[in-house]
């Protein structure tokens, strides 16, 4: 589905990212993690198409898709839900879910789908985002992101800073969306026990490189905490 091969990507001179190589098949969860600071957040930049990388290629579906902008990779099926969520505070949850369908409108079907996900937001799609909760927010950006019916979905930190009972929602809704089999997810996440329970296959990052990397089975959160413990 995805096959990120030896990407070199500088910010002006800084290399941060090194040699790095990713896969993730169809259908599969898989989950980086890694320090702050160590690349993951341009890693998932570079596959959107918003940095490009000075070596290396970006295989999705078949095709090197290095040359495409970022709205072309949405078209072809990568959804993006930015560290940060970044969603439109001064919009309506509906104009959010509207502007994630991007220039089609959402199918009746794909409203009704994203809500089903997330069952709490169908209450509240008059509301200006801004005044969200941050988990609600959250929420709001992943059902954007899938309103458009990506075949890969790019997740970057979705549990960072939010309320444990949502943390459980979102964690359950990824378990379903895994379940339907349609649909791969990258995911980079912090919250140790929920990337293994969910994942996979895992990698760590340190400074731009894959440190350690392996199947759930070998997914050990004593080893995996090593990594990220200063
Ligand atoms: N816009 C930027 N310009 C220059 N350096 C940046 C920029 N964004 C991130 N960096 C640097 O790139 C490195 C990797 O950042 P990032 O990919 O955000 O890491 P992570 O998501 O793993 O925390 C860090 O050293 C960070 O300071
Ligand atoms: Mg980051």
Excluded at 123 to 133: I, N, V
Excluded at 159 to 175: M, R, Y
Excluded at 177 to 201: M, N, P, W
């Amino acid at each position: 589905m995805l096959a990120v091969n030896a990407i070199d990507v500088f910010y002006g001179e800084s290399q941060i990212l090194t040699q790095l190589s990713v896969a993730v098949g169809t259908g599969q969860v898989v989950c980086v993690m890694g320090r702050n600071g160590v690349g993951k957040t341009t890693l998932l930049k570079t596959i959107m198409g918003l940095l490009v990388p000075r070596q290396g290629t970006i295989v999705f579906d078949g095709h090197e898709i290095g040359h495409l902008t970022p709205y072309e990779r949405a078209r072809r099926g990568i959804g993006y839900v930015p560290q940060g969520r970044e969603i439109f505070p001064s919009l309506s949850v509906r104009e959010n879910l509207v502007l994630g369908a991007r220039r089609k409108r959402p199918t009746p079907e794909s409203l009704d789908y994203v809500l089903s996900l997330f069952p709490a937001l169908s209450q509240m799609l008059e509301k200006r985002g801004g005044d969200l909760s941050g988990g609600q927010q959250q929420q709001l950006a992943i059902a954007r992101a899938l309103i458009s019916d990506p075949k890969l979905l790019l997740l970057d930190e979705p549990t960072e800073g939010i309320q444990p009972s949502i943390v459980q929602e979102i964690a359950a809704v990824l378990q379903q969306i895994k379940g339907e089999r349609t649909r791969s997810i990258l995911l980079v996440e912090q919250y140790l026990e929920f990337a293994r329970s969910i994942c996979d296959h895992f990698y760590v990052m340190e400074k731009g490189v894959v440190a350690l990397e392996g199947d759930r089975e070998a997914f050990r959160v004593d080893e995996v905490s090593q990594f990220l413990s200063v």
